[in-house]
T-cell receptor
């Protein structure tokens, strides 16, 4: 079955630590996205990539980094520079580069120890 | 003013009721519109695209009013399984790229 897989489901970060969230899709979609969801707020775009080896900052990119070495994979690293990382992180992909009709992974809940 | 605004609810309705949500958007250049459904601590899933002429999918009807800059979602004959948060999403072309903006969601609780 085609889909988009995020791991881990839960992740805990210590102060000063970098952590990486995995996102893999086998839908053959060009475009991939990372969103952050906080309680009472809409999804906010962190980074997106419309093609392999290229990615763009979203609205809240500070403290995060990404790579897109393969079409199927778009990992997100939450660096120690991100001072408020506790949130629900959602990866998505889209057949259209305009980002319409997103397919989401099941999310990663990141918490700070 | 927020780019996309929704009443957070919760809307508590009995099973079988009809319920409607509105979502307003501020960017008049917005081009396409969507409703997503999100269950608690799960990922959003596309429920419907919203077209100018309005569209219906079973018990769900979505409409767009460009003049007043809002979209609506109507759910008829509510089921317990409809309980979820409904996210309004607006796509606007910014001149160099398209940008999706998510509303904060409207929570629906259907009760017996």
């Amino acid at each position: 079955d085609g889909g988009i897989t995020q791991s881990p489901k839960y992740l805990f970060r210590k102060e000063g630590q970098n952590v990486t969230l995995s996102c893999e899709q086998n839908l053959n979609h060009d475009a991939m996205y990372w969103y952050r969801q906080d309680p009472g707020q809409g999804l906010r775009l962190i980074y997106y990539s419309q093609i392999v080896n290229d990615f763009q900052k979203g609205d809240i990119a500070e403290g995060y980094s990404v790579s897109r070495e393969k079409k199927e994979s778009f990992p997100l690293t939450v660096t120690s520079a991100q001072k408020n990382p506790t949130a629900f992180y959602l990866c998505a992909s889209s057949l259209m580069r305009s980002g319409e009709k997103l397919f989401f992974g099941s999310g990663t809940q990141l918490s700070v120890l | 003013r927020k780019e996309v605004e929704q009443d957070p609810g919760p809307f508590n309705v009995p099973e079988g009721a009809t319920v409607a949500f509105n979502c307003t958007y501020s960017n008049s250049a917005s081009q396409s519109f969507f409703w997503y459904r999100q269950d608690c601590r799960k990922e959003p899933k596309l429920l419907m695209s919203v077209y100018s002429s309005g569209n219906e999918d079973g018990r769900f009807t979505a409409q767009l009013n460009r003049a007043s800059q809002y979209i609506s979602l109507l759910i008829r004959d509510s089921k317990l399984s409809d309980s979820a948060t409904y996210l309004c999403v607006v796509n606007a072309f910014t001149g160099t790229a398209s940008k999706l903006t998510f509303g904060t969601g409207t929570r629906l609780q259907v009760t017996l």
